[in-house]
T-cell receptor, first 114, second 114 residues
Framework: GAGVSQTPSNKVTEKGKYVELRCDPISGHTALYWYRQSLGQGPEFLIYFQGTGAADDSGLPNDRFFAVRPEGSVSTLKIQRTERGDSAVYLC????????????FGPGTRLTVL | QQQVKQSPQSLIVQKGGIPIINCAYENTAFDYFPWYQQFPGKGPALLIAIRPDVSEKKEGRFTISFNKSAKQFSLHIMDSQPGDSATYFCAASMRSGSARQLTFGSGTQLTVLP
């Protein structure tokens, strides 16, 4: 596709449930980033992949959050035992290479935990 | 050290006015300063960016002014239009290993009245 795509666009779940959020980066982009945007705030970094490996996961808030990118393209962000405080828009971005400055963002997945 | 402070939180101007949004940073390791525009329900889109070795950059109606000694930078929108109504985020980036994390400001909601 032409840009970064994310599915689903909206996800409503109940406290304690498990969710998976998917990101499909721009074709050929080796670097992939996940950010979280709370209401009225700027995005905050969660995790960065270069290829298949998580090169920097320092932004993950706790061990309930996990992300994978098994084939170096599509990535899945996984949240276990969801809490109401996890409600936010989860944004994915990609860039051609890890050190490249320009990141292209997807439309995000709005997660609501009831 | 990682924070980027942005002001004002919201801004209302008349069509044709010149809104100015300001940002300040602390970490002198930042070496790339982009501005993102975000419409409701969409991901952030890169608008314009600057490196600290220049004091000003213009692209169309958008200008970044950069003051390295004060560690401040600002976005000016010339001849603003109602279609410019959006949330604007400043950000700062530095290389960390193979990654380039973006640290975002808290955003400015701009409304341009017709």
């Amino acid at each position: 596709g032409a840009g970064v795509s994310q599915t689903p666009s909206n996800k409503v779940t109940e406290k304690g449930k498990y969710v998976e959020l998917r990101c499909d980066p721009i074709s050929g982009h080796t670097a992939l980033y996940w950010y979280r945007q709370s209401l009225g705030q700027g995005p905050e970094f969660l995790i960065y992949f270069q290829g298949t490996g998580a090169a920097d996961d320092s932004g993950l808030p706790n061990d309930r959050f996990f992300a994978v990118r098994p084939e170096g393209s599509v990535s899945t962000l996984k949240i276990q035992r969801t809490e109401r405080g996890d409600s936010a828009v989860y944004l994915c971005a990609s860039s051609l290479m890890g050190g490249q400055v320009e990141q292209f963002f997807g439309p995000g997945t709005r997660l609501t935990v009831l | 050290q990682q924070q980027v402070k942005q002001s004002p939180q919201s801004l209302i101007v008349q069509k044709g006015g010149i809104p100015i949004i300001n940002c300040a940073y602390e970490n002198t390791a930042f070496d790339y300063f982009p501005w993102y525009q975000q419409f409701p329900g969409k991901g952030p889109a890169l608008l314009i960016a600057i490196r600290p070795d220049v004091s000003e950059k213009k692209e169309g109606r958008f200008t970044i002014s950069f003051n390295k000694s004060a560690k401040q930078f600002s976005l000016h929108i010339m001849d603003s239009q109602p279609g410019d109504s959006a949330t604007y985020f400043c950000a700062a980036s530095m290389r960390s290993g193979s990654a380039r994390q973006l640290t975002f400001g808290s955003g400015t909601q701009l409304t341009v009245l017709p």
